[in-house]
C-alpha cells in the first residue's frame, strides 16, 4: 500500500509545503541583501554601485542558468535539480563570506550563488502546476506567500547578525544553515503525481469534463503532450510581450529592493530601524501575493497583473518625499502590494494562456528577463545614486519603468482570440 494513500489529505500539498520552505529559505537569502549593502561598502571601502553590482550579476547569471537548470531538471528530475541547488546555495555564501576582493564577491556570490538561486523558481513553479487541476491559484498563491515571508522574519535578525558579528560571519551561518534546511525539504519534492501513482489535484473532476467535450473542442488545458510546444508558443503575441513587462516590472521593484535601506539610513533612520522597513515590505508583499493569485485565477492575470504594476509604480514616487520613518512605512503599504502582486501573476496568466501545455521553457523565458531585470535595476540604482550623490534620480527611474511596464501589459492579448481567463472554456486551434 502506498504510503501517501495514508494521508489525511493530498499529496500535492505536501509538496507544495515543501516548496514553499524552500522558497522561503531561498527568498531570505537574495532578497535582504539591502541590509547587506551599506554594511558590506563600509568594511570593505567598496562603493554601493560595486557592491550592489555583485547582486545585479547573481540575477543576471541567475537569468542565463535558467535554461541549463530547465535542461537538467528534464534530464534528472525536479528533486535532484534541487539537491544541487542546496550544494550550490552553502558552497556559495561560505565562499562569499571570505571574499577579500571585489572579484571574488562577484565571483561566489554573483556567479555561484546565482546558479544555485535559479533552481528553485521555474522547477518548483512547474512541478506545483503538475500537481494540481484545481486550486491552483491557492497552491501559487501559497508559495508566493512564502517568498515574502522570508524576508519579513529574517531582515531584523541578519541585522542583529551583523551588529553582534560582521557581514562574513552572518552570511557564512546563512549559508550553512540554509544547505542543510534546503536538503531535508527537496527530499519531500516529487516531480508528478505518477511518480507516487497519484492523479493531480482535481483531476477527476477535469476527466469527467474532459469526456463532455468533443475530441475536435477538447481544450488547450487538457492537451499537455503536444510537439515542440516552445516553438508554437513563441511565435504567439504573449510570448515576448510577457518577457518585457516581467524585465520592466523587475527592473521597477529592484531598485527600491536593494537600495531602500541605505536610502532610510541616508535619511538619518538607524540601521534597525531601517532594517524593519525591508520585514513590512514583506508583510504587505506576502498579503498581497496570496490574494493577487486568487484574483489572476478567478478575474484573469491580466487584470491583476496592470493593478499590481500601477501600486507599484505608484508606492515608488513615494519614495520621493520620504524623509521620517512613518512615511517609508507609507511606502512599504502601496509598494509591499503591488510588487507581491506583481511577481504572482506570471505562472498563472502562463497557464491561462497557454493551458496545461508543457510551458517550463516558456516560463523560463519570462524568468530571463526577470533576471536580466532585477540585475539591471540593482546596479542602476547604484549608479545613479553614485553619480547623484542621492537617489533622487534612481526613484524617478524606478517609477518611470514601472509605468512602462503597466503601458506594455495592456497590450497582451490571448494567444488564441479569445479572453485568457479560465483556460478549460478554450479551444486549441491546430498547430501550423
Given at each position: 500500500m502506498n504510503s501517501t494513500s495514508r494521508l489525511p489529505f493530498h499529496y500535492g500539498w505536501v509538496v507544495v509545503i515543501a516548496g514553499s520552505?524552500?522558497?522561503?529559505?531561498?527568498?531570505?537569502?537574495?532578497?535582504?541583501?539591502?541590509?547587506?549593502?551599506?554594511?558590506?561598502?563600509?568594511?570593505?571601502?567598496?562603493?554601493?554601485?560595486?557592491?550592489?553590482g555583485a547582486y545585479?550579476?547573481?540575477?543576471?547569471?541567475?537569468?542565463?542558468?535558467?535554461?541549463?537548470?530547465?535542461?537538467?531538471?528534464?534530464?534528472?528530475?525536479?528533486?535532484?535539480?534541487?539537491?544541487l541547488g542546496a550544494l550550490l546555495n552553502a558552497v556559495s555564501l561560505a565562499l562569499a563570506a571570505r571574499s577579500g576582493a571585489l572579484w571574488q564577491l562577484y565571483l561566489f556570490y554573483g556567479g555561484l550563488f546565482g546558479v544555485s538561486r535559479s533552481t528553485f523558481l521555474v522547477p518548483i513553479h512547474v512541478t506545483i502546476g503538475m500537481w494540481f487541476r484545481k486550486r491552483l491559484g491557492i497552491a501559487m498563491g501559497i508559495v508566493s506567500v512564502a517568498m515574502a515571508l522570508g524576508p519579513l522574519l529574517l531582515s531584523p535578525v541578519i541585522r542583529y547578525l551583523i551588529d553582534v558579528t560582521d557581514w562574513r560571519n552572518t552570511l557564512l551561518l546563512l549559508g550553512l544553515a540554509s544547505g542543510v534546511l534546503m536538503v531535508i525539504c527537496s527530499w519531500f519534492i516529487r516531480d508528478q503525481p505518477d511518480d507516487l501513482g497519484l492523479r493531480a489535484y482535481g483531476?477527476?473532476?477535469?476527466?469527467?469534463?474532459?469526456?463532455?467535450?468533443?475530441?475536435e473542442q477538447r481544450p488547450m488545458f487538457y492537451q499537455a503532450d503536444r510537439p515542440d510546444f516552445f516553438r508554437y508558443a513563441a511565435?504567439?503575441?504573449?510570448?515576448?510581450?510577457?518577457?518585457?513587462?516581467?524585465?520592466?516590472?523587475?527592473?521597477?521593484?529592484?531598485?527600491?529592493l536593494t537600495h531602500v535601506v541605505a536610502m532610510a539610513t541616508d535619511k538619518g533612520i538607524a540601521p534597525m530601524a531601517a532594517a524593519t522597513i525591508l520585514s513590512l515590505m514583506s508583510l504587505f508583499s506576502m498579503a498581497s501575493s496570496f490574494g493577487f493569485s486568487v484574483l489572476a485565477d478567478v478575474a484573469g492575470g491580466k487584470k491583476s497583473l496592470a493593478l499590481a504594476l500601477f501600486l507599484q509604480a505608484g508606492g515608488i514616487l513615494i519614495l520621493l518625499g520620504s524623509h521620517d520613518l512613518w512615511m517609508f512605512y507609507l511606502f512599504t503599504v502601496v509598494f509591499g502590494l503591488g510588487y507581491g502582486g506583481e511577481m504572482v501573476a506570471f505562472p498563472i496568466l502562463n497557464r491561462q494562456y497557454y493551458g496545461n501545455a508543457p510551458i517550463a521553457k516558456v516560463y523560463g523565458?519570462?524568468?530571463?528577463?526577470?533576471?536580466?531585470?532585477?540585475?539591471?535595476?540593482?546596479?542602476?540604482?547604484?549608479?545613479?545614486?553614485?553619480?547623484?550623490?542621492?537617489?533622487?534620480?534612481?526613484?524617478?527611474?524606478?517609477?518611470?519603468?514601472?509605468?512602462?511596464?503597466?503601458?506594455?501589459?495592456?497590450r497582451?492579448?490571448?494567444?488564441?482570440?479569445?479572453?485568457?481567463?479560465?483556460?478549460?472554456?478554450?479551444?486549441?486551434?491546430?498547430?501550423?
Open positions: 520552505l524552500l522558497v522561503l529559505i531561498n527568498s531570505s537569502l537574495f532578497l535582504t541583501f539591502a541590509v547587506f549593502l551599506d554594511p558590506i561598502s563600509q568594511a570593505t571601502g567598496w562603493s554601493r554601485a560595486e557592491v550592489s545585479a550579476l547573481h540575477w543576471m547569471v541567475g537569468a542565463v542558468s535558467v535554461f541549463g537548470i530547465g535542461w537538467f531538471t528534464d534530464r534528472f528530475g525536479t528533486r535532484r535539480a534541487l539537491f483531476e477527476a473532476e477535469a476527466a469527467v469534463a474532459r469526456a463532455e467535450v468533443r475530441p511565435k504567439t503575441q504573449p510570448f515576448g510581450l510577457m518577457i518585457l513587462v516581467h524585465f520592466l516590472g523587475c527592473v521597477s521593484h529592484s531598485i527600491p523565458a519570462q524568468m530571463v528577463g526577470a533576471g536580466l531585470g532585477m540585475a539591471g535595476g540593482a546596479y542602476l540604482g547604484g549608479l545613479l545614486f553614485d553619480l547623484a550623490g542621492n537617489y533622487t534620480w534612481a526613484i524617478w527611474g524606478a517609477a518611470i519603468i514601472g509605468y512602462l511596464g503597466l503601458a506594455s501589459t495592456f497582451l492579448a490571448s494567444p488564441f482570440g479569445k479572453p485568457a481567463v479560465k483556460a478549460e472554456a478554450r479551444t486549441l486551434p491546430p498547430m501550423p
